[in-house]
């Protein structure tokens, strides 16, 4: 409900992960396919609409819960299914999490930031 809210987001994350995120979302009806900015180590950096916002985490809140219940096993589908799973459930927590702390009001804009790297040490 409170992505409803949010005008836009920016979502910083892996080219892959977006790839991903891209794929779950790409057929839903109110998402609309934003322009990338190229960032430093792989990141690219996606301005979501609110709009589009919803649609990514209605796509994904299926994606992570439809597999919770697979059975175990580790041929290819299921192992594939427990990776969407896992991606899935990596962008729309971390995405919830941010909107959770997110003010309807002004302030500062919404970035949703998907790099958990330990930081290099000096």
């Known amino acids: 409900?409170?992505?409803?809210?949010?005008?836009?987001?920016?979502?910083?994350?892996?080219?892959?992960?977006?790839?991903?995120?891209?794929?779950?979302?790409?057929?839903?009806?109110?998402?609309?396919?934003?322009?990338?900015e190229e960032r430093e180590n792989g990141l690219v950096a996606a301005v979501l609409s609110g709009r589009s916002l919803v649609a990514m985490l209605l796509a994904l809140y299926r994606v992570a819960i439809a597999s919770r219940n697979m059975p175990d096993g580790e041929d290819t589908e299921e192992l594939v299914a427990y990776a969407d799973r896992a991606m899935a459930s990596q962008v729309y927590y971390t995405t919830a999490r941010v909107l959770s702390k997110a003010y309807s009001g002004e302030g500062d804009s919404v970035v949703v930031t998907i790099d958990n790297r330990v930081p290099a040490r000096a």
């Open 1 to 36: 409900m409170r992505a409803g809210k949010v005008a836009s987001a920016t979502l910083i994350c892996h080219r892959d992960t977006w790839e991903f995120v891209a794929a779950q979302v790409g057929s839903h009806p109110h998402f609309r396919t934003p322009a990338l």
